[in-house]
C-alpha cells in the first residue's frame, strides 16, 4: 500500500460529522474526492486506511494527522498527490475533510534521507 501523509479535520455532529473522533490506531472510511460528481462516485468509489499519529494533540482536537493509503492496489493512488482534497464517508454522511500533506514520494525520500 502506498502511504502519503494527511491532515484530517473530523466534521462536528452539529454539521452532520461524528459525535467523536474515531478511537483505536487506524480507520477505514470511503473516501471521495473535491469536484467528483455523485454518479462518479457512486460507480468509482474507494476505500482509504488512515493510521494515525499517536499523539496527544490527535486524541483530544478535531484535526489530526495520519498516514492514509488504499486498501487496494488497483486503485488510482495518482490522485493522493499533495494539496489533494477530500471527504471521508461513513455510508452517505460526510464525517471529515482530508489534505495530502506529502506524498508517498517524498515520504520515501525522507525515511531514506534520516537513516
Known sequence: MK??????TWKSA???????AP???SYVAVIRFKGQSEAD?????WSLRLEFLDTEENKRSNTCYAFAGFLSDTAPS???????????YEGNRSVAEV????SNR???QLVAHAA
Open 106 to 108: 517524498l515520504i520515501d
Open 3 to 8: 502511504k502519503v501523509f494527511v491532515k484530517i
Open 41 to 45: 462516485w457512486k460507480k468509482n468509489a
Open 23 to 25: 478511537e483505536g490506531a
Open 99 to 102: 489534505q495530502v500533506l506529502l
Open 14 to 20: 452539529e454539521l452532520g460529522g461524528r459525535r467523536a
Open 78 to 88: 495518482e490522485l493522493l498527490t499533495p494539496d489533494a482534497e477530500f471527504e471521508l
